[in-house]
């Protein structure tokens, strides 16, 4: 079974604060994939990766990093968080056998920002 | 752009009735469509898919047709369960792009 892991399920933070949020994935994918999910909004694509060292903005890049040093793991970063980051963040996975190929999900970090 | 649009929630049935829930989309390229389901407190989990127009997907009772002449990739259960209680994201991805482009998602509550 792929299995997407991330570090914290549920996650408390103060403005300004930096902060990190962890996705690693057993499978030995080469796509790697953080969006946020917001009500009424759908899920949204932040930042992806489809190498080590190699990051690609998505829709909603602003206020956010990512780091991708080690091929299983991909980071989120908010350099400063604010409260309208206050969201449930997805990591997803997937293999490079062709562009319709499915995406596999962590069970979400829910950011709290105060 | 690619875009999904979906039915608004929530929708709420009782045990063993029919469910629909529509989805229809715009894409640049050719796409391929998807349902997503997230269960209360989980990630997402692909559900089922169709790369090409006229394909049927099913799984687990669940069943979608790729329709090109419509644009729509609606989802339907001939006898829904409690236990299909879920948010439900239709999703497409096309060869011109390389991300899943989502619907805003439907909640189903299925009650006794």
């Known amino acids: 079974d792929v299995k997407v892991t991330q570090s914290s399920r549920y996650l408390v933070k103060r403005t300004g604060e930096k902060v990190f949020l962890e996705c690693v994935q057993d499978m030995d994918h080469e796509n790697m994939f953080w969006y946020r999910q917001d009500p009424g909004l759908g899920l949204r694509l932040i930042y992806f990766?489809?190498?080590?060292?190699?990051?690609e903005k998505g829709d909603i890049p602003e206020g956010y990093s990512v780091s991708r040093e080690k091929k299983e793991r991909f980071s989120l970063i908010l350099e400063s968080a604010s409260t309208n980051q206050t969201s449930m963040y997805l990591c997803?996975?997937?293999?490079?056998?062709?562009?319709?190929?499915?995406?596999?999900f962590g069970p979400g970090t829910r950011l709290t920002v105060l | 752009g690619d875009s999904v649009t979906q039915m608004e929630g929530p929708v709420t049935l009782s045990e063993e009735a029919f469910l629909t829930i529509n989805c229809t989309y715009t894409a640049t390229g050719y796409p391929s469509l998807f349902w997503y389901v997230q269960y209360p407190g989980e990630g997402l989990q692909l559900l089922l898919k169709?790369?090409?127009?006229?394909d049927k997907g099913s799984n687990k009772g669940f069943e979608a047709t790729y329709r090109k002449e419509t644009t729509s990739f609606h989802l339907e259960k001939g006898s829904v369960q409690v236990s299909d209680s879920a948010v439900y994201f239709c999703a497409l991805i096309t060869n011109t792009a390389s991300k899943l482009t989502f619907g805003t998602g439907t909640r189903l509550q299925v009650t006794l």
């Open positions: 990766s489809y190498d080590v060292k190699m990051k």
């Open positions: 169709a790369t090409k127009a006229d």
């Open positions: 997803a996975s997937s293999d490079d056998r062709g562009p319709y190929n499915e995406q596999f």
